[in-house]
């Protein structure tokens, strides 16, 4: 089939048939890309509306056990600096993420065990008590914990697949596996968290297919939230030599995504705005509807370094925000009011009369 007839078929709410998928992700001409991107917009708009989401993040400690071949925080990467926010400092940036507005903040950090059941618990009141919806991107916690911090009130929980090819994923993340990662996607969404997946675009040894199975794996999981990026090379790391992805293939995945999945958060995320200065701007024009601004205290923040060349290193929160706002509506969009929850979710919901009282507080 013509390309971009298998655009307009996806847009339409068709089957997406693996085959032609592949056929997306490989198309050379700019010009199937552009009429991806404006396909992914319609739909963004018509399901979801111009409202962009928000959501304020603090990286509270770079602590992390993992070894991730891809990540600057690898416990390897011993020329980094290492940090971790007392409980105080925490809410302190909560209180702050609260105060200029936002309505979402997201809890992000290595995989760090002296952050326990309890202390986690207690930045999730501290939120709750000021009405903030809880994000939680702690990596691969016990059940109990998950379990737990759901209880206390967290709404949500990122955790990207980061490649669904079984091998790759083994080889990049040691000790740990694909399976095993499912299985704590899967429990997070049975907990009743709202929960986003995603993976990394341009990983040494990817294939396109791979990245059609990547799509594949958000659809099974019917994620609530997509978060895609391009893989930035990080010099301390084994894989400082490799080429890393490209701003327009992962515009692609973000389209595609938008167009598998027309009701989910999908942020135009901060790696993304890290390869080009407006490419936060293309990923919100490509189909994304969520942006992540950060307000971790600017002392610690060039050590949260994931990869490379990470923006707004020495901006305080309130800047950030005002940054934020100016490009979205420099883009004819605007920020979208309330806690931002996820409409499948809400819908998930609906079906519990007992929960519905904790959506809505
Ligand atoms: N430790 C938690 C959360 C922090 S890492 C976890 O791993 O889930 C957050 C995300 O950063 C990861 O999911 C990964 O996709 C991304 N990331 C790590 N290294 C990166 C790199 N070199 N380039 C781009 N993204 C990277
Ligand atoms: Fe740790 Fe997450 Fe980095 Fe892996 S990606 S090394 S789990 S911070």
Redesign the pocket.
């Known amino acids: 089939m013509e390309v971009r007839k298998v655009v307009d078929a996806l847009a339409a709410g068709g089957p997406a048939p693996d085959e032609e998928l592949l056929e997306l992700v490989q198309a050379r001409d700019p010009a199937v890309g552009l009429y991806l991107f404006e396909a992914a917009s319609r739909v963004r708009r018509e399901r979801v509306g111009d409202g962009v989401h928000l959501r304020g993040l603090i990286e509270f400690s770079n602590h ?1 056990r ?1 070894d ?1 071949l ?4 690898r416990r390897s990467n011993l020329a980094l600096a290492r940090y971790r926010l007392s409980p105080d400092d925490i809410g302190e940036a909560i209180d702050a993420a609260s105060s200029i507005g936002y309505r979402t903040v997201v809890l ?4 760090d065990l002296l952050y326990d059941a309890e202390l986690v618990a207690r930045l999730i009141h501290r939120a709750k008590g000021k009405g903030l919806a809880v994000t939680l ?3 691969e916690r016990d059940r109990d914990e998950l379990a737990y911090w759901r209880r206390q009130g967290a709404d949500r929980y ?3 697949h ?1 490649t669904a090819n079984p091998e790759l994923h083994r080889q990049l993340r040691p000790g740990r596996s694909l399976e095993g990662r499912i299985a704590v996607l899967r429990r997070l969404k049975e907990l009743g968290y709202q929960v986003g997946a ?3 675009v341009g990983l040494p040894g990817q294939t396109p297919r791979d990245l059609v199975a990547d799509l594949r794996l958000l659809v099974d999981l019917q994620a609530d939230m997509a ?1 895609i ?6 010099p301390g ?1 084994p894989l400082a030599g490799a080429t890393g992805g490209s701003l327009e293939s992962t515009l692609r995945m973000v389209a595609l995504a938008r167009l598998l999945l027309p009701e989910a958060m999908i942020p135009a995320t901060t ?1 993304l705005g890290s390869m080009d200065p407006f490419g936060r701007e293309q990923g919100l024009m490509a189909g994304a509807n969520v942006l992540m601004p950060n307000v971790t205290p600017p002392s610690v923040r060039p050590l949260y370094q ?2 490379p060349g990470k923006i707004c290193l020495d901006e305080g929160a309130a800047h950030c925000r005002g940054c934020t706002e100016a490009r979205i509506h420099r883009i004819g969009r605007n920020v979208a009011a309330g806690p931002g929850h996820c409409p499948g979710w809400e819908r998930r919901q609906g079906h519990d009369p007992e929960r519905i009282g904790s959506i809505h507080q």
């Open positions: 992390c993992m991730c891809y990540c600057g925080l992000q950090s290595g995989e991107s702690l990596g990122l955790l990207r980061e995603g993976f990394m978060g990026g391009p893989f930035i090379p990080h790391t790696a994931l990869y």
